[in-house]
């Protein structure tokens, strides 16, 4: 099994960075497809973006042009640099393993960023 671990939030200002970070235990994450979703109060959990095992990436169109993300498969860890953020990013963000095919469908605890002035 996969534990995931995210860290990285916080409050920050509107036009600000924060960079997440998730990291995975066990010996599954160089197969898994790895994501973050976030969730806003009253809103759907959304995907926000996604990388393959072969790092392949995938963005919500709200994200693109601003948000990164990224894989170490040393360090079993996946990176989203977020850059230019918007009040409308204010969430909770949560980090999601899985693999098409599979039951392998893992989730993090979730992380708070809040994008207030």
């Known amino acids: 099994q996969v534990q995931l671990v995210e860290s990285g939030g916080g409050l920050v200002q509107p036009g600000g960075s924060l960079r997440l970070s998730c990291a995975a235990s066990?010996?599954?994450?160089?197969?898994?497809?790895m994501g973050w979703y976030r969730q806003a109060p009253g809103k759907q959990r959304e995907l926000v973006a996604s990388i393959t095992s072969g790092g392949s990436t995938n963005y919500a169109d709200s994200v693109k042009g601003r948000f990164t993300i990224s894989r170490d498969s040393a360090k079993n860890t996946v990176l989203l640099q977020m850059n230019s953020l918007k009040p409308e990013d204010t969430a909770v963000y949560s980090c999601n393993g899985g693999r098409r095919g599979t039951t392998y469908n893992f989730w993090g605890q979730g992380t708070q960023v809040t994008v207030s002035s």
């Open positions: 066990g010996n599954l994450f160089t197969i898994l497809t």
